[in-house]
């Protein structure tokens, strides 16, 4: 089973940039194909970014050109980096599998807000 941890979430004035981490823990994660989820609230959560196992990426439209997903298999971790941030992206990020789901994380809040 996979335990993940979501940091770098904060409170970002609109414009500003933010760097989602994403540690996983309990297997190794470089031959999934894994997603960034966000959960704004009273909405459902939705998928916001996808990277293969071969580091093809994907992106919803809403944050394409926006957002960049990477990962660092040396050290069992997904990244999203946000750029541009708008008052609309402001969830709680979450990373998870994308054809495979694990226990989700707690998340990580993002605000953006002048």
């Known amino acids: 089973q996979v335990q993940l941890v979501e940091s770098g979430g904060g409170l970002v004035q609109p414009g500003g940039s933010l760097r989602l981490s994403c540690a996983a823990s309990?297997?190794?994660?470089?031959?999934?194909?894994m997603a960034w989820y966000r959960q704004a609230p009273g909405k459902q959560r939705e998928r916001v970014a996808i990277?293969?196992?071969?580091?093809?990426?994907n992106y919803a439209n809403s944050v394409k050109g926006r957002f960049t997903i990477s990962r660092e298999n040396a050290k069992n971790t997904v990244h999203l980096q946000m750029n541009s941030l708008q008052p609309e992206d402001t969830a709680v990020y979450y990373c998870?599998?994308?054809?495979?789901?694990?226990?989700w994380g707690q998340g990580t809040q993002v605000t953006v807000s002048s």
């Open positions: 309990g297997s190794i994660i470089r031959n999934y194909a």
């Open positions: 998870n599998g994308y054809v495979e789901l694990w226990s």
């Open positions: 990277i293969g196992s071969g580091g093809a990426t």
